[in-house]
């Protein structure tokens, strides 16, 4: 068991369900947020921290001997947005990490950072990134910063490329990159858990029909995601027509971050 984990962007929907979640994993569970999270539960340590701020951020590391980093910019937006949250701020806490001994690190990077490799590609983690937005283009940043700390500090990261994680699949495209929360919930208890992490590229999803992603590379973490989203697929294509055959919708993994636009300020 770990004596404390910090858990990043608790006020997030991922955030929530982690610190609901994830609370056995460590003797103190430390929650942050650049929104307030309210008052501290049992075994609970509330920090309101920018990720943008180094000093606040290096207050938040200390003392924690694991970090799952959920927080960020999860969508995109102009880049100085980005910049703040997913550049300076992963930036800080690896740079905290290091300085505080803080060796293992669950890093939720995301699939737009290969959105723009087309559905019928099937991708394993040594596909090139092809980020399809400036928010995919941060992710694959904080991959390149993960590598770096690993092999010059040699901190261990899971680099996470989440799909979709959400309770159920709501669109025809989460047929393929939906995670359920049990199944994020055993993934974190892995990486937490095996005696030699390294720095691999995991793809979040669970073990759907559907899919783009190959995770055969880190069978080794002894993760074995249960859920499936065939389950709802009859409930998801009665709610959800089929994108037209040539919208980004339905060509892209990246789907409709592939058509945003680029905001510079």
Not at 26 to 36: F, H, P, Q, Y
Not at 83 to 110: K, P, Q, T
Not at 231 to 247: F, G, Q
Request: charged letters at 25%.
């Amino acid at each position: 068991m770990l004596k404390r984990l910090l858990i990043t962007g608790a006020g997030g929907g991922l955030g929530r369900m982690a610190r609901q979640r994830l609370a056995h994993l460590a003797e103190t569970l430390r929650v942050s947020d650049i929104a307030d999270l309210g008052p501290a539960g049992a075994g609970e340590e509330v920090v309101q921290c920018d990720l943008g701020d180094k000093r606040a951020v290096e207050s938040l590391v200390e003392g924690c001997d694991g970090i799952v980093h959920l927080g960020g910019q999860s969508v995109e937006d102009r880049f100085s947005v980005i910049a703040n949250a997913n550049i300076h701020g992963v930036f800080h806490v690896y740079e905290a990490a290091r300085r505080h001994g803080c060796n293992r690190i669950f890093l939720a990077s995301s699939n737009h950072v290969v959105g723009l490799y087309r559905q019928d590609q099937y991708l394993d983690h040594t596909a090139v990134p092809m980020p399809d937005t400036l928010y995919g283009l941060s992710k694959h940043f904080a991959e390149g910063l993960a590598r770096m700390y690993h092999h010059r500090f040699g901190i261990e990261t899971a680099i996470v490329r989440i799909g979709s994680c959400f309770p159920r699949p709501v669109d025809r495209r989460m047929l393929a990159t939906w995670l359920s929360p049990d199944d994020f919930v055993s993934l974190v208890e892995r990486v937490f858990a095996v005696p030699r992490l390294g720095c691999p590229v995991i793809y979040g999803i669970s073990d759907n029909d559907d899919r783009w992603w190959d995770n055969s590379h880190v069978g080794y973490l002894g993760w074995r995601p249960k859920d499936n989203s065939a389950v709802y697929r009859e409930e998801v294509c009665a709610k959800a027509p089929p994108p037209a055959k040539d919208s980004v919708e339905a060509l892209y993994q990246g789907g409709l971050f592939v058509a945003e636009p680029i905001r510079e300020e």
